[in-house]
């Protein structure tokens, strides 16, 4: 019988030990899960940090009623934004994108391209394009000289991913309809 009362002893000071911990011992402060800030049971998700990769840049002269065009990888997905400017605000430029190794020049006189962009003559200038939700693959850019003189042009695209704020983009499509515009007579790699 001693044994038994030992034994109940024994549970009594665990209950009465585990109990006084519980009422002044240190406690775990409970945390939100990896990726989320805030406390349990408000977490939310961190935003991813802000990346951004120029894929293509470049400047240069171009020579009236020509069309340029370059092929370039975009490596990954997120948001492409796209900045041309040019020196005289009266010339009228248009940017546009296309897959790879698409869109002659009689292709992209009839606007018979599958544009991904397209963005025609306009006084907006410099030229800002964001394109949301951009995949990764193998694109053209093209820019299209308009105007009767010669112009100086340069451009950017840059890959953004991540928590980046948004490029400022003012309107830079064109009120003019594409018969408007006359047909670009030569075509050149940039």
Known sequence: MLDWKRSRSYVA??????SLGACNGPTTPQLCPAGTTGTPPNCTSTPPPCTTTVVEAGSGPAVAHTLYFFDFPVPDSGRLDVTMDWTNPASRVGIYLVP???CDLDA???R???FL???EPSSVKPRKISVPNFSAG???????????TDESISYQFVLSKGSCPALTVAPSLS???TSVLPALTRARSH
């Open 100 to 102: 790879a190794n698409t």
């Open 117 to 119: 962009v397209r963005s």
């Open 112 to 114: 018979s391209c599958t």
């Open 108 to 110: 992209f006189n009839a």
């Open 138 to 148: 193998n694109y053209r850019w093209l820019m299209g000289t308009f105007s009767d």
């Open 13 to 18: 000071v665990a209950v009465v030990a585990a």
């Open 175 to 177: 009120a003019e309809s």
